[in-house]
Nanobody, 117 residues
Framework: QVQLVESGGGLVQAGGSLRLSCAASGSMFSRRAVAWFRQTPEKQRELVAALTTGGSTNYADPVKGRFAISRDNFKNTVYLQMNSLKPEDTAVYYC???????????WGQGTQVTVSA
């Protein structure tokens, strides 16, 4: 089973940037789809960005043009580059791996991102 560990969260001012990383264990990681989700106490966990094994990406409307998901299969790592951050981007961000169908069955522990106004 793939294990995922996120890092890179923190406190940033509005307009700033952060890059989240998700380090994965397991030799089959390159054959799995990956995604980033986020959750706040007020909202259910929501998809932020997804990347299929074929390289197709999908972004939630609120982050289109600002966030970018990528992966380095040699390093078994997934990234989320977040630019032009807004206070409403404040959430716990989770990395997930799974299938191109959109089913994710492995999750990281989450990393807090806080954007101050």
């Amino acid at each position: 089973q793939v294990q995922l560990v996120e890092s890179g969260g923190g406190l940033v001012q509005a307009g700033g940037s952060l890059r989240l990383s998700c380090a994965a264990s397991g030799s089959m990681f390159s054959r799995r789809a990956v995604a980033w989700f986020r959750q706040t106490p007020e909202k259910q966990r929501e998809l932020v960005a997804a990347l299929t094994t074929g390289g197709s990406t999908n972004y939630a409307d609120p982050v289109k043009g600002r966030f970018a998901i990528s992966r380095d299969n040699f390093k078994n790592t997934v990234y989320l580059q977040m630019n032009s951050l807004k206070p409403e981007d404040t959430a716990v961000y989770y990395c997930a791996s799974g299938y191109d169908s959109g089913l994710y069955d492995n999750w990281g522990q989450g990393t807090q991102v806080t954007v101050s106004a």
